[in-house]
């Protein structure tokens, strides 16, 4: 897993720097930032004001995507991810390395020690309706305890429903997203997430627009509500 690591981030620093292009052998490489007024994900509070960079490369359905998020405020983790995927009509499927800062070391992976996490991903667009599953398969996963006073890996899941639609002009995505089981984000079965989106370009000038974006997110388990704004770059 290092080695492929260390082949992963030598294929992004060939790009870094570079504007959203399309090269004649159709390879597509796309580089961009996000500043949200809060970082939520899955129904989780995961920090304050954040700046979120990205850069991706695609081919041929086949994807590689780096992502951070560096808070404002000194207290928030910041969060490096890398993501493999593959999209063919509206299926796909993908693997991502996430890694948090906690003070670890980053090419540190053995088991209980590690800051990385990594998930799986399937799902499908149906055009009217996405659904996509997401499990974490190895890595600082959460470990639940057994009857025996021994710990297995919770294989943490969770699964979401979007649809898209559009309104007085603006486009909106309404979703519901869910716990199987017992894992990271919940205590067993629960709906984690019921969220409404909403994005708009933001003309500037004639010719220069800002994408804007907003978002109202419920979390049923918890009974926490949160309200997120944010423009893309």
């Not at 695609?58 to 590689?64: H, N, T, V, Y």
Request: aromatic share 16%; net charge negative.
């Amino acid at each position: 897993m290092k080695c492929n690591l260390r082949v992963m981030a030598a294929m992004l620093l060939v790009v870094l720097g570079t504007s959203v292009v399309k090269a004649q052998d159709n390879v597509e490489v796309s580089v961009g930032a996000d500043i949200v007024s809060s970082y939520i994900w899955r129904g989780q509070d995961c920090g304050g004001v954040s700046i979120q960079p990205t850069i991706s490369v695609a081919k041929s359905g086949l994807s590689l995507t780096a992502w951070g998020s560096v808070g404002l405020d000194k207290d928030d983790t910041k969060e490096f991810d890398l993501t493999l995927g593959y999209n063919i009509g509206g299926f796909n499927i993908a693997i991502t390395d996430y890694w948090f800062d906690y003070g670890g070391k980053y090419f540190q992976y053995a088991a209980k020690k590690t800051d990385h996490l990594f998930e799986a991903t399937v799902g499908y667009d149906f055009g009217i309706l996405s659904v996509n599953w997401n499990t974490n398969f190895a890595g600082a996963d959460y470990f639940k305890e057994k009857s025996d006073g021994t710990w297995d890996r919770a294989y943490s899941s969770y699964a979401e429903v979007a649809v898209p639609f559009k309104l007085g002009g603006f486009d909106f995505s309404a979703e519901l997203g869910l716990t199987p089981w017992e894992g990271a984000y919940s205590d067993g079965f629960n709906v984690v997430n019921i969220g409404l989106g909403v994005s708009k370009e933001i003309r500037i000038t004639d010719s220069f627009s800002v994408p804007a974006f907003a978002k109202l997110t419920v979390n049923p388990n918890t009974e926490k509500t949160y309200f997120a704004f944010g423009l893309s770059f």
